[in-house]
């Protein structure tokens, strides 16, 4: 994501998300852009495209019962 | 009637020299005293809470006590579902909420013979705080009214803090036990992910949720989750296995206990305050004088594990709450109308890789305890903040020492480990393996008994 968000992004996205924002609160929105994509950063680390998700699908007891 | 902890007064009552009707009335009393001043409690039940001691006192007058719990005043934070009585998630939209059946947490105390003193305040659906455009007002805290008392349990550590209540149930996505017990000066355990189930409590992040006790001293901690933990179906993630005795550790001492310090986190990723570190650093002296071997331990800087919370939290909150927030975002309380937005710009791929960092932080914290018990860090910052200086959006503001033990499950507790400059507590984190929540409270009490911090009560308590 980028540090900084146009209008129209910004638009697309909370139209996507179902949301509907006034003026100031998508203003509001718009002033931790950067802090947002430093996260996102941080949790790309270098890995290879097999590494798994921290909870992955399997069968508990209560599903074989 | 000076306050007693669980452990005290369950002795008393099985000896019959306290009476559950006298110990609820001077709760109670407590309540009338100073809740117009804390806002600890949302809805007090004072009706139910001497049918429960009155209830309670005939059963133990004729059987004797069904366990330590039996007879002693509780409150449930209001994301707790309570059959026929108001859970309001402390929201507009559910204001008229009276929910049919118990969660599990709730029908196992209430089996357990204790005393429902009331609904305790919490941050909107566990969410942040504090907010002023709510039903009802932020539970304040008992040191200093003007302060904070951190959240979303924030009732529960007021509550338990001026003694309105002996114990309480707290909820902890990212610190919301953790931060309120460090800031009212109680203790808090967040236990391991999946030990206490979550049925028919308010979702907050489905994968980071963790129900737990917070009462004054570590051994009442290890009292309330005997009552609490063990295997739920209701509970999807709930963990199938034998429940130990986790009082079994209390007063053992630290001989051979092996401790690590995750000093970086709390001296370099996020300093805290001169208190808080003479706290912490008077921690690891006290266990070093008491046996344990002390030494440090290093991990991927804090703010790693406080993205990969933070953003598991923004997509698994905002995904529970969707249907609401595009029908009704205006209801919620502005802080959490910020926190619901942010799901908007937060991709499905960018959810995918913090669960794939978390994996690689679960792993590190495992390996990294592989010679240790315990680690250690702070609980807080330093002293509780006042009331108007909360960050609009503190999730970005500082990365939080709590949330590293929400990413990874392991149980994570916060102890007062002193007082600081302006009279108001500080605290340290102990943090044990998976399902070794009585070695973390083996180590809390040693330090508790050590030190004569649950000496000191806040002075509006008198």
Known sequence: MPSEIGDEALDFLLASAGLELNPEQKADLKTITESLAAMKARVRQPRGRMAELAHTYGFTEEDLA | ?462
């Open chain 2, 1 to 462: 009637m000076s306050i007693p902890t669980i452990a005290e007064a369950a002795a008393l009552i099985a000896a019959k020299k306290l009476s559950p009707v006298e110990l609820t009335q001077a709760c109670l009393a407590r309540m009338t005293a100073m809740d117009n001043t804390l806002h600890a409690f949302i809805l007090p039940t004072e009706e139910r809470a001497l049918s429960d001691a009155k209830a309670a006192e005939a059963a133990i007058m004729k059987d004797g006590p069904i366990g330590k719990l039996h007879g002693i005043p509780i409150g449930l934070k209001d994301i707790v579902d309570t059959a026929g009585i108001p859970t309001t998630c402390q929201s507009k939209i559910l204001v008229d909420n009276v929910p049919d059946s118990d969660a599990t947490c709730a029908a196992k105390l209430a089996a357990a013979g204790t005393v429902l003193m009331g609904k305790l305040t919490t941050h909107e659906f566990a969410d942040g705080g504090p907010s002023f455009d709510l039903p009802k007002p932020p539970s304040r805290n008992p040191w200093n009214p003007e302060h904070f008392t951190a959240g979303s349990s924030s009732g529960t550590g007021a509550a338990v803090a001026a003694g309105m209540i002996l114990c309480g149930i707290g909820t902890d996505t990212g610190g919301s036990i953790r931060g309120p017990a460090a800031l009212c000066g109680i203790a808090g355990m967040k236990p391991t992910y999946g030990l206490v189930s979550r049925a028919g409590v308010a979702p907050a992040a489905f994968s980071l949720d963790h129900i737990g006790p917070m009462a004054w001293t570590a051994e009442d901690c290890a009292i309330m989750l005997q009552a609490l933990a063990g295997h739920d179906p209701k509970d999807p993630a709930s963990a199938n296995r034998a429940v130990p005795d986790y009082s079994a550790l209390i007063g053992v001492g630290l001989k051979g206990v092996r401790i690590g310090v995750i000093r970086h986190f709390h001296e370099v990723d996020h300093k805290v305050a001169a208190a808080t570190q003479a706290g912490i650093d008077n921690a690891a002296a006290t266990f070093r004088s008491l046996g344990a071997e002390v030494v440090d331990v290093t991990l991927s800087p804090l703010q790693d594990w406080h993205a990969c919370g933070s953003l598991i939290s923004i997509t698994e909150r905002a995904s529970a709450y969707e249907e609401w927030a595009r029908t009704r975002l205006g209801d919620f309380s502005e802080r959490v109308q910020r926190r619901l937005m942010l799901g908007a710009l937060v991709s499905g791929v960018d959810y995918v890789q913090a669960v794939r960092r978390r994996r690689e932080l679960r792993a590190e914290l495992k390996a990294a305890m592989t010679n240790l018990d315990i680690v250690i860090t702070a609980g807080a910052p330093g002293e509780a903040p006042k009331m108007d200086a909360i960050p609009r959006w503190d999730v970005f503001a500082s990365p939080g020492f709590t949330m590293p033990f929400n990413v990874s499950g392991y149980p994570a507790m916060a102890i007062c480990a002193g007082f600081g400059p302006a009279g108001l507590p500080v605290s340290v984190q102990l943090v044990g393996k998976p399902f070794q929540e009585a070695k973390v409270f083996q180590v809390a009490d040693a330090f508790e008994k050590a030190t004569p911090f649950r000496a000191k009560r806040p002075s509006m308590v008198g």
